[in-house]
């Protein structure tokens, strides 16, 4: 519990700066106060093994629908073997460690997005705050962020996905048939000063997510005591999700 | 003109007819009936019925793009009260039933909103909550 109420304190203090003034409604100055990312510590999470608390959550809370055809599945945060996840990372001697495990790997939100680049009618675009967002309004289904994404991070609902959600959750939509989504890293519910859904899920508390602009912040303090990798960060874009390995 | 009985039938028998639809509205009583609407108690802290008929889609899309877009969530009423932009926890808290509010005034305009495409109808006990 420890961990979270850090988590909650971190995410506490990066609202009070981002409602301080600088978000103000009407208040046309914006200062990124945050920038918001997330540690997943593999050393936590490996070993449940199986466990899927933080997939259900998201799913739970956004709608996420669930087809039988793997091509037409929609996934927001789900699990890839390290050997996937982490392609570049393996040696004969080294993947015995990570052999059968699998990891929890979502958008990255990165600093240079390249699905952003991509979008022709501007449907997705960085925030100040560093979260890749997208407007469902205003998605024409064309796909480019599927291809420009490198970390399969986003889906397409080939189908009508409403039938296909175990449980509707009134307080967010769901989408349509021909439009692209992807995880928000939660930022409904961080407007309402809480963790993301998957972080709160954990029991573990192998997911951590915080502020990297706040020095002080939990994912801060574990990038600074642990080694982390982030997935293919050669390509340049910027992944805000570490791994903690 | 023995023929005027026939041309003046002819035409009665003919405006009769095109008229007919009209005739049948008044004899069934639809004629000009407008839909009943069920309301709430109350103001609207957003705007007179008027503006509401005439702009409440300017004023989701609106609230919409700056949700979204500027992360602009709130809003303060004409009553001075903050309410969250919001059509189903704002609106449909006090507009409790889409089917007897949104819905029949849709049809009866004939336009199709695709709102509901996406965005669920709060669960009753919310509504109680609210």
């Known amino acids: ?245 | 003109m023995s023929d005027r009985v026939l041309i003046v039938g002819g035409l009665v028998l003919f405006l009769a007819l095109v008229t007919l639809p009209l005739w049948f509205n008044v004899a069934a009583g639809t004629t000009s009936k407008l839909p009943e609407l069920t309301l709430p108690e109350g103001k609207d802290p957003f705007g007179t019925a008027e503006y509401m008929r005439a702009s409440h889609m300017d004023l989701l899309m609106t609230w919409r793009d700056e949700v979204v877009r500027n992360q602009e969530r709130t809003v303060v009423g004409l009553d001075g009260k903050t309410y969250a932009k919001s059509l189903t926890g704002t609106c449909l808290a006090c507009h409790v039933n889409r089917a007897t509010f949104c819905d029949r005034c849709h049809d009866y305009a004939a336009v199709k909103p695709t709102c509901w495409e996406c965005h669920l109808e709060p669960r009753p006990v919310q509504r109680a909550a609210q």
């Open chain 1, 1 to 245: 519990m420890a961990g979270l109420s850090a988590l909650a304190v971190a995410g506490k203090r990066g609202f009070d700066a981002l409602t301080d003034g600088g978000r103000a409604e009407g208040a046309t100055e914006r200062r990124p106060a945050a920038r918001w990312a997330m540690v997943i510590d593999l050393r936590k999470c490996v070993n449940e093994g199986g466990c899927t608390d933080c997939i259900a959550a998201c799913d739970r809370a956004h709608n996420v629908p669930h087809f039988d055809e793997r091509a037409h599945d929609v996934k927001w945060i789900w699990r890839e073997p390290f050997e996937k996840a982490f392609a570049d990372h393996g040696s004969p001697y080294t993947e015995d460690a990570f052999k059968g495990a699998s990891l929890p790997v979502l958008c990255n939100h990165c600093d240079n997005p390249p699905c952003v680049r991509v979008c022709p009618v501007k449907a997705t675009w960085k925030r100040d705050d560093g979260i890749v967002m997208m407007d469902y309004h205003r998605c024409i289904g064309c796909r480019y962020c599927m291809a420009a994404c490198p970390y399969g991070a986003r889906s397409f609902n080939w189908l009508d996905p409403r039938p296909r959600v175990k449980e509707l959750n009134p307080d967010f939509p769901t989408r349509t048939k021909g439009v692209v989504e992807m995880c928000n890293f939660c930022e409904e519910r961080l407007a309402k000063g809480r963790a993301p859904a998957c972080v709160e899920a954990c029991g573990e508390q192998a997911l951590v997510f915080g502020n990297l602009h706040d020095p002080g912040s939990e994912v801060r303090r574990l990038l600074r005591t642990r080694h982390a990798i982030r997935r293919k960060p050669e390509l340049g874009t910027g992944p805000n999700v570490y791994y903690l390995v």
